[in-house]
């Protein structure tokens, strides 16, 4: 893998319904605008991934020797995300105090 490749980004579906479950808590919880900011800035950090996949540490509880499981750590959600030859799958969006089985289980996930 190196680091200069553009990759193209892939989402699964438990990506979208956890950035769905997370919009709706913080339109209860913040307000809309605030929610639509947030939801905002993911959109960011993903369009970039693209070619900034390598920007953000491995997954500490996700380890392989090749470092294709990786994270990006925004306020309190953790959005995991894998690279393969040719693509980068985003994984989950998990909020940060959820327990390290839930994010083991981001492994499973196939595209």
């Known amino acids: 893998m190196e ?3 553009k990759l193209q980004v892939k989402l699964s579906i438990e990506f979208v319904h956890d950035l ?3 919009f709706q808590y913080g ?3 913040f307000g809309a605008s605030q929610a639509i900011k947030y939801e905002n800035d993911i959109w960011q950090l993903i369009e970039q991934l693209s070619h900034n996949y390598l920007l953000f540490p491995e997954c500490r509880h996700l380890p392989t020797k090749s470092k294709i499981y990786r994270w990006i750590i925004l306020e309190s959600h ?3 995300y894998r ?3 040719t693509q980068i799958q985003v994984l989950r969006m998990l909020h940060s105090k959820r327990s390290i089985s839930k994010i083991r289980t981001s492994r499973k996930i196939r595209m």
């Open 3 to 5: 680091g200069k490749k």
């Open 20 to 22: 769905d479950d997370a």
């Open 27 to 29: 339109v209860e919880t």
């Open 78 to 80: 953790l959005i995991i």
């Open 83 to 85: 690279i393969t030859d």
